[in-house]
């Protein structure tokens, strides 16, 4: 891993602020998996390389960023349509949130279809 990348590396975690959301235990669960699933890869130095691409053709300087959070729930956009990301640039903030169970469900559904 690059000397680049590593600098990345320790700012990435599971945000720990509550998200003042309701779920089912089995979607509490899936959605804790799913952050700790999603820490893990981005840890990754191939993952890590590419974080750095990004912020590279963002013009986002690594300096600049403070922290990268994984959010555990999703977070809807206010015309409905999920979001996965959000940067604030001045707080030098990274907000990475999952797609919605209903969405991981459809595309197993389909991943399920193609494979046979």
């Not at 209903?102 to 389909?110: E, L, T």
Request: include cysteine; charged fraction near 25%; glycine fraction near 4%.
């Amino acid at each position: 891993m690059s000397q680049q990348t590593s600098l990345l590396f320790s700012k990435i975690k599971i945000a720990t602020e509550s998200d003042n959301k309701v779920v089912s235990e089995t979607h509490l669960g899936f959605y804790s998996n799913y952050s700790r699933f999603v820490l893990k890869a981005l840890r990754k130095s191939s993952f890590q390389e590419f974080f750095y691409w990004v912020l590279l053709s963002e013009n986002i300087e690594e300096k600049n960023v403070n922290a990268v959070d994984i959010k555990i729930f999703p977070a809807l956009r206010k015309n409905g349509f999920n979001i996965v990301g959000k940067c604030n640039i001045f707080r030098g903030k990274i907000r990475i949130y999952p797609k919605t169970s209903n969405f991981c469900d459809a595309f197993k559904k389909n991943s399920l279809k193609l494979n046979f």
